[in-house]
């Protein structure tokens, strides 16, 4: 009796075991945050792509409508490919796409921006990164939906595809 | 003379209690920093790393603290950003209560039964 229990335990500590690590097994390695709650679009100040002069979150996000904010950088290889996307995205009249970017050279960014095209109706810089970790990203590029009452609805890690394209634009509808 | 060193020494201590304070907030962003994860490194923590988000996020934690942000109030921050994945010590809240309790109910389970061995050994005896 006292041996098939012990037996019973051992099993049921090992089964446990090989569920938890099968189940590691599947995961990804690569921590993305999710988004649980909608959260508000966070309060900031920066400076303006173009004018260098200084833009206060209010003024950026103050019409009425959806937005996206897209993190993107002209040494971000990813950006290259997601960036025909962005330029479909931008004549969705229903969305006003803002471009950070981030810690780029100024000059590779104009560059990059006249070669592939500007489809933001508003560029703000990072140099420091800072902006970034305030909006809750970790890398280049990623891109946040951002609905009417100005809170983070939707979170893309990575560059967008098209099947994420058509999801944006069934949220924005 | 006298007040010429009465002015040395009140310019000296102003000085050195600025140097305090910096030191202090040096101590306590390395104390932070060695508490955060690195998320887009392997098994590094933010102050062992020299990725841009690391410097980023040392940067913010250089500003919280001399905002004058406690320790606690800059977690929270990092935690509403990151999640409680981003701190290496994590609070107990619903998501964590197995990892916090269950090393203490394996403690004392195992007490229990070398508890319970000791007893009838004691009882054979």
């Known amino acids: ?173 | 003379m006298k007040i010429l060193k009465i002015f040395i020494i009140l310019f000296l201590s102003i000085g050195f209690s600025h140097l305090k304070s910096d030191e202090k907030n040096d101590v306590l962003k390395s104390k932070i920093l060695k508490n955060i994860r690195c998320l887009i490194c392997q098994g590094q923590s933010v102050y062992d790393s020299e990725s841009e988000f690391a410097s980023s996020i040392k940067l913010i934690v250089d500003r919280k603290i001399e905002e004058g942000l406690k320790e606690e109030q800059i977690y929270k921050f990092l935690r509403e950003k990151y999640g409680d994945w981003v701190i290496y010590n994590p609070q107990l809240n619903k998501n964590t209560y197995v990892l916090w309790l269950l090393p203490l109910l394996l403690f004392l389970f195992g007490g229990a039964i070398i508890y319970k061995k000791t007893i009838s050994k004691n009882n054979k005896i």
């Open chain 1, 1 to 173: 009796m006292k041996n098939k229990s012990s037996l019973f335990i051992i099993i049921t500590v090992l089964s446990f075991c090989f569920v938890i690590f099968y189940k590691g097994l599947n995961n990804s390695n690569t921590y993305a945050p999710k988004i649980k709650d909608k959260k508000n679009i966070p309060i900031f100040e920066a400076k303006d792509f173009n004018s260098s002069a200084y833009l206060n979150s209010e003024k950026i996000f103050e019409e009425d409508t959806f937005y996206i904010v897209n993190i993107w950088a002209s040494w971000c290889v990813p950006c290259r490919t997601e960036h025909p996307l962005l330029m479909e995205l931008s004549k969705n009249q229903s969305v006003k796409l803002i471009g950070l970017n981030y810690r780029d050279n100024s000059n590779n960014a104009k560059k990059f921006i006249n070669e592939f095209g500007n489809p933001y109706s508003q560029l703000i810089v990072d140099n420091e990164g800072t902006l970034s970790v305030e909006f809750g990203a970790y890398g280049v590029p990623e891109t946040f939906i951002i609905d009417k009452n100005k809170k983070i609805i939707r979170k893309f890690i990575g560059p967008i595809n098209k099947e994420i394209v058509e999801e944006i634009k069934l949220i924005i509808k």
